[in-house]
């Protein structure tokens, strides 16, 4: 592998021209290269440009961030969020890399210092919005700096298709044109094939390598309930883990106002999350649950691109995300130190309606919005699936998956099936027999045989449909419309106020030519994890207050005193240095502290995700700490 020279730094006086794996052992503490990331880095090391499509938590920033540390010049990376850059900043500071943003958030005199910076040729990594790196005004402050690298992170807001489209990001593709001969790289956790293109195509990088991976999240369990008492349903899911920091997702700013308020009257910490909240507000939520072990934060999709919090051990959906992508980098928030967590959602009938009538309202374009519709539908089918959630998530990223994963709710509880044909048909009359002109509720009405003010006065009790459907119960009957959404046998009409429409699958319904199998209705599932034991399905599954319950699940009993003492420390530690705990150590390293207790600082620098610069600053305390709980359990 090249090994450009690197500009002098006290990280490698002693090393003047590293590779990019003593860049890894020196700086990030970790001893080797995880799934493709050396192939990457490779790439770019030597000159080429590369797209990586990577899950969360596989290591997308180490292939860009290593590359500019081992190649002449400054690796500029292009960053949606300003909140984003600062916390990589930051942690890059721990490191003891040169790193520098630039966005709006700046006073004068910090813009002033990085500029200076920038002329001086100190910086390893700088951080830029997409609205600014095409701007006159950045190529002149570049002037003539050598640039290592341009990355361009979360690249999937470029795509029309991707469900966090960035106008400002499509101008990127010109980098090329002004800077020839820098590699370029973007990055993204969530494409599907169409949004992979998309990407390549915008971004001018025909001739990049294509570095794929697994998109699948093992150490995240899926479960999906229908939606019964919401909050009660969530209240019972959040006892499962106590003392750890988790994200609720809800769909309106007033939801999020009221289940926040509701969480804390319920003896849960947690903050509400925003657009509609001020900046202030908003940034001293998004540094509590940062910074702090336990908060429970209440959201819109306005929180959590990018988030770097690796600790995040649950992520919950009061409302059903707008697509597979969204639901997948939601969720991926959890869990991105590889310990297990859990993914939960509660959705209705009423999600999908809701849903529907958004993308129909918008103003995307005809073939935009038949896009977004195929992306719910497709999400809805992963809600209704009797079969395995992991594999139908996979395949929707065209990744195949043999199913019985063995963590996710349909696994573990099975889900019976049944023929729903003659259930289908009758469901599927009633909205032809009434004229396509009404939704759920009343069509369940007409098929249950209620006699109403409504049913009457549209002469629907004189259909031969009425009361057809006495043999099953309400709620089966929302699910079998449910299901007949999620299969595109019908669609939902909004200028007609949410009426239900066939579509032409149906015929072959109609004619017995199409089995229709249904999922059964089921009580809510009583789950256990077994040996992974980070929580379960039910009450039994609470981890207790104080731990991380992933960190936990891989501490003996005589271990976990040691690792809380650490926690502590490093509380500590992080609130004098006035960052997030995880900028310290991830709880990764603590639990390798906590097991293999080193004794001196040659075997600390042995620790996973002990580099040079942490030990200088901190690996004493810490050594401390371990010495005397060595002596205690002694």
Not at 85 to 101: I, S
Not at 133 to 143: H, K, M
Not at 561 to 585: G, S
Request: hydrophobic share 40%; glycine share 10%; net charge neutral.
């Amino acid at each position: 592998m090249p090994q450009p020279q690197i500009r002098t730094d006290p990280l490698f006086d002693d090393v003047p021209s590293p590779g990019p794996l003593a860049v890894l052992k020196r700086v990030y503490g970790y001893d080797s290269f995880r799934g493709k990331q050396a192939a990457v880095i490779d790439r770019i090391v030597s000159g080429g440009d590369a797209v990586v499509l990577f899950p969360t938590g596989a290591g997308k920033s180490l292939c860009f961030q290593i590359p500019a540390l081992c190649r002449p010049g400054v690796g500029i990376v292009v960053s949606p969020l300003i909140a984003l850059m600062r916390d990589q900043v930051e942690a890059l500071k721990q490191l003891g890399v040169n790193a520098a943003a630039l966005n709006s958030s700046l006073t004068r005199e910090e813009f002033l210092d990085v500029r200076g910076q920038i002329s001086r040729g100190e910086l390893d990594l700088l951080y830029v919005t997409p609205e600014r790196i095409v701007t006159p005004a950045f190529r002149e402050l570049i002037g003539n700096a050598r640039i290592a690298l341009f990355a361009i992170d979360e690249a999937h807001c470029v795509s029309q298709w991707g469900h966090d489209f960035r106008p400002e990001y499509r101008a990127l593709g010109h980098l090329a044109e002004t800077w020839p001969g820098v590699p370029r790289m973007a990055l993204t956790a969530t494409a599907d094939p169409h949004t992979r293109e998309d990407i390549i195509d915008r971004l001018a990088l025909r001739g990049a390598e294509v570095f794929t991976t697994s998109f699948d999240r093992p150490n995240i369990a899926y479960e999906i309930v229908e939606r019964d008492q919401p909050r009660q349903q969530l209240l019972r899911f959040l006892a499962r883990h106590k003392g750890s920091s988790g994200i609720v997702y809800c769909l309106s700013r007033a939801k999020v106002d009221d289940t926040s308020a509701w969480l804390n009257a319920q003896g849960i910490r947690s903050m509400a999350y925003h657009a509609g909240m001020d900046r202030a507000a908003r940034d001293a939520s998004q540094d509590a649950f940062l910074k702090e072990e336990d908060l429970c934060l209440v959201a819109t999709v306005a929180f959590g691109m990018g988030i770097d919090k690796p600790n995040v051990r649950y992520v919950a959906h009061l409302d059903l995300p707008g697509s597979v992508e969204a639901y997948y980098q939601e969720t991926g928030r959890a869990g991105r130190d590889g310990l297990p967590s859990d993914a939960w959602m509660a959705y209705g009938m009423a999600d999908a309606i809701q849903r529907t009538r958004m993308i129909d309202q918008g103003n995307s374009a005809d073939d935009v919005k038949r896009v977004e519709r195929a992306k719910l539908n497709a999400l809805l089918a992963i809600c209704e699936t009797a079969g395995c959630r992991r594999q139908a998530i996979l395949a929707h990223f065209g990744e195949a998956h043999p199913g019985q994963c063995g963590d996710c709710d349909t696994c573990i509880n099975p889900v019976e099936t049944w023929d729903g044909t003659e259930a289908a048909i009758k469901a599927l009359a009633a909205i032809y027999r009434t004229g396509e002109r009404f939704g759920t509720g009343h069509l369940i009405d007409v098929l249950l045989g209620h006699e109403n003010d409504k049913t009457t006065r549209f002469g629907h009790v004189s259909m031969p449909v009425f009361g057809a459907g006495q043999d099953l119960p309400q709620k089966t009957w929302q699910s079998v419309y449910r299901q007949l959404l999620a299969a595109g046998l019908v669609s939902v009409d909004h200028d007609a106020y949410g009426a239900l429409k066939l579509e032409p699958g149906a015929r072959d319904v109609f004619k017995r030519e199409r089995e229709v199998r249904l999922r059964k209705d089921r009580p809510a599932p009583v789950r256990t994890r077994g040996a992974r034991g980070a929580g379960g399905y039910g009450a039994t599954g609470a981890s207790g207050s104080g731990s991380s319950a992933g960190a936990k699940a891989l501490l003996s009993p005589a271990d976990t005193p040691l690792f809380e003492a650490l926690r502590a420390a490093r509380t500590a530690i992080a609130k004098e240095l006035a960052v997030p705990p995880y900028v310290v150590f991830p709880d990764t390293t603590l639990v390798a502290m906590a097991t293999q207790r080193p004794q001196t600082r040659a075997a600390m620098l042995e620790i996973s995700g002990v580099g040079q610069a942490k030990l200088e600053r901190y690996g004493d305390r810490f050594l401390g700490v371990i010495r005397g709980g060595s002596e205690r359990r002694d």
